[in-house]
């Protein structure tokens, strides 16, 4: 635990202007990250006695071993490096929203040629027109399916699109006209994308001028006694009132605006968020944090704001933000807000009205949401501490340990052979901090050995990093600079073994556990605690003991210890069958210098394999687009010298299958 004081920056080193500022902890890892308009008044208030200080702020600060600042030119400039910063540095004490789920959106893909109406999770892509986000995707599935009467915009896959275009025959949607069939011809691609804007459209709220639309063409064509098609367009019409039914009409039409409320208490927080586009709601999410920091509901907010438009630009970011306390600096935030829209943007607090009524509906979406989610979460949180603690005494541990790396070696009778590494940090795992090793001391199977191997190489990285960044030893005391002077290569990111844990786990016994030992034993390292969990039993055992350490089956410690190990162990089999695939998958065209992936899938869509690439001139391999003389010369000598690979075998009639199809280049 460190002395605040012993970092705080001399009076008049800091300057009274807006900024950023990070506190890193002795490991140079930034673990907090903050914004002000004044940068001297902010980082002041760090610096009172603890007992002053809110509790978080007291364990951030002492946990803390060394501050820095940026200034910057504006308050929204500051928002926006905060903002960046946060999610490059993912600071241990900054709030961050865990979303409680992947959300669905219906999206239109306008960056193709044939726009495709889907269901899309995940990270936004450029090109994309996305609306939602649903709670279900069965929801977004009915909407489509009422909507492509009127608006017949492709929803197959590329394969689907490509199969139909080249039988000439459309997919059933075409044939019951819920598809324009663009694959075929029955419409130009710019026609067919007339459509799919229009349902955009429709999608984002201007539905009255397709209604209105419509009832016209009825009307003439039950004048003109078309009756069939007078039918037709009723039965449009019906169903595009019935999509519009299914987003309840809650303001006033042509309103967009995004509602945040918020539920929290003294450890937790849960926003939630209603999105409304032309009055009516079209979607609806909610995330969930907890509160690892002194903050307001105000400062909750702004994080939720971060949070829910960082990534947006333009009409996703609505042109109405309604929230239930304006965060400290709300010009800038507005600013920020409009920038990214690139118009002005309202973010404002409702008053009475209508929208008034419905923030109070979403406020009490969010108090639901934070009692479901304690009722899930109240014991998780008291079963890990528990978890950590049982492994500390069982293991005779100074302190509970927060960090955990766990070993495991996978291979295939021998060949392959590669370990893994996780890393659980509090009880859950911390993906980003995931390392996979192949093993190059030596060839066959050994496990202890390679355990030895991988303990050594991850420790010796780590004690590099020390050595380099000057935390150890006579040439520095681990003190870093206070002010905004900071070398490149210690910028804060997340390193590569830079962190040391509390508690190593390998998957093994006691071979294991003492290679492991052994292998920190040579490298001087002697704070770090290390077990092994035996398969056959479940069975802890620790270095130079003769007898296992048992722990009961119910016990919350063990359970723990199976988890990080099972982790660890599916990890390396994944790793271990990539391998295992690319190898099986290789080609005699891997030989060839220069030659890349997109030349290699030219040649064997050419020639259809690689027998009768093999088999090929070099005139004929030149006919290829991109291919010169010179490389094909070079792959002409690469098949020449490769043997050809055993023939393949029908395992169930032993008959030999011919190498006519396609090769793997």
Not at 329 to 334: K, L, P, R, S
Not at 527 to 546: F, M, N, Q, S, T
Not at 580 to 593: C, E, M, N, Q, W
Request: a neutral charge; glycine letters at 8%; aromatic letters at 6%.
């Amino acid at each position: 635990m460190a002395d605040p004081s012993s970092y705080r920056p001399k009076p008049g080193e800091i300057p009274d202007e807006p900024g950023v500022y990070k506190f890193r902890d002795e490991h140079r890892r930034v673990i907090y990250v903050g914004k002000a308009k004044s940068l001297r008044q902010r980082l002041a208030n760090y610096f009172q006695p603890l007992t002053s200080l809110h509790p978080r702020t007291a364990t951030m600060v002492t946990t803390a071993a060394s501050v820095e600042w940026t200034v910057v030119s504006t308050e929204v400039e500051a928002l926006q490096l905060e903002y960046t910063w946060i999610k490059e540095f993912d600071p241990r004490f900054n709030v961050k929203y865990r979303d409680d789920k992947s959300y669905p959106y219906l999206a239109v893909t306008l960056n193709e040629e044939f726009p495709r109406v889907q269901v899309m999770r995940g990270q936004k892509k450029k090109g994309v027109r996305y609306f939602g986000p649903y709670g279900h995707a069965w929801a977004i599935r009915e909407t489509v399916d009422l909507m492509l009467r009127v608006f017949p915009v492709r929803t197959c896959s590329a394969g689907v699109f490509r199969n139909a275009a080249s039988a000439g025959r459309p997919c059933l949607l075409g044939y019951i006209g819920k598809c324009a069939a663009p694959c075929v011809g029955r419409v130009t691609p710019e026609e067919h994308r007339e459509l799919a804007e229009e349902f955009c459209d429709f999608m984002a709220g201007r539905t009255g001028t397709y209604i209105r639309r419509l009832e016209k063409q009825m009307t003439i064509a039950a004048e003109d006694m078309e009756y069939e098609k007078a039918a037709r367009l009723r039965d449009d019409i019906e169903a595009l009132r019935r999509a519009m039914e299914k987003s309840a009409v809650v303001l006033a039409d042509a309103t967009d605006a995004d509602l945040i409320a918020l539920a929290e208490d003294e450890l937790e927080a849960a926003v939630q968020i209603f999105h409304v586009r032309g009055g009516r709601v079209r979607g609806q999410r909610g995330w969930v944090t907890d509160k690892v920091e002194a903050v307001d509901t105000a400062g909750l907010v702004e994080h939720a704001l971060q949070q829910l438009y960082g990534e947006e630009s333009g009409e996703t970011v609505p042109k109405e933000v309604l929230v239930p306390a304006l965060p400290e600096d709300a010009a800038a935030v507005t600013a920020w807000l409009s920038g990214r829209r690139g118009s002005n943007v309202s973010l404002r607090i409702p008053q009475r009205g209508d929208k008034k009524d419905l923030m109070e509906t979403v406020a009490r979406n969010a108090q639901q949401a934070l009692v479901l989610h304690k009722t899930k979460r109240a014991s998780d949180l008291t079963t890990r501490s528990r978890a950590l603690e049982e492994i500390a005494e069982a293991l005779d541990l100074d302190s509970a340990p927060l960090r955990i790396e766990c070993f495991d070696i996978s291979h295939l009778q021998g060949e392959d052979v590669v370990a893994s590494m996780v890393v659980f940090e509090d009880g859950l795992p911390r993906k980003s901090e995931y390392r996979r090793f192949q093993i190059k001391g030596f060839e066959g199977q050994d496990d202890v050995r390679s355990m030895h191997e991988v303990i050594g190489r991850r420790f010796k990285r780590y004690l590099a990093e020390k050595d380099r960044t000057g935390e150890w030893g006579p040439a520095g005391d681990g003190e870093a600079p206070a002010g905004g002077e900071v070398p490149a290569e210690d910028d804060g990111r997340p390193k590569r073994f830079a962190y040391p844990p509390q508690l190593v786990v390998v998957d093994g016994g006691q071979p294991q556990v003492a290679a492991a030992r052994r292998a920190l034993d040579e490298l001087g390292i002697d704070d770090i605690a290390v077990c092994g969990l035996a398969k056959r039993l479940e069975e802890v055992w620790l270095p130079g003991d003769d007898d296992p350490v048992v722990l009961p089956r119910s016990s919350e410690g063990l359970y723990l210890l199976q988890r990080v190990r099972d982790t660890a162990h599916d990890f390396a089999i994944r790793y271990q069958r990539s391998k295992r695939t690319k190898r099986i998958r290789t080609s005699p065209l891997d030989a060839v210098a220069g030659l890349g992936d997109t030349r290699k899938q030219a040649l064997i869509k050419h020639f259809g394999s690689v027998k009768r690439l093999r088999q090929a001139t070099i005139e004929q391999i030149c006919e290829v687009p991109g291919m010169g003389r010179k490389t094909a010369e070079a792959v002409v000598v690469a098949l020449a010298q490769a043997a050809p690979a055993a023939p393949a075998v029908n395992t169930a009639t032993g008959e030999i299958m011919e190498d006519d199809g396609g090769g793997t280049a």
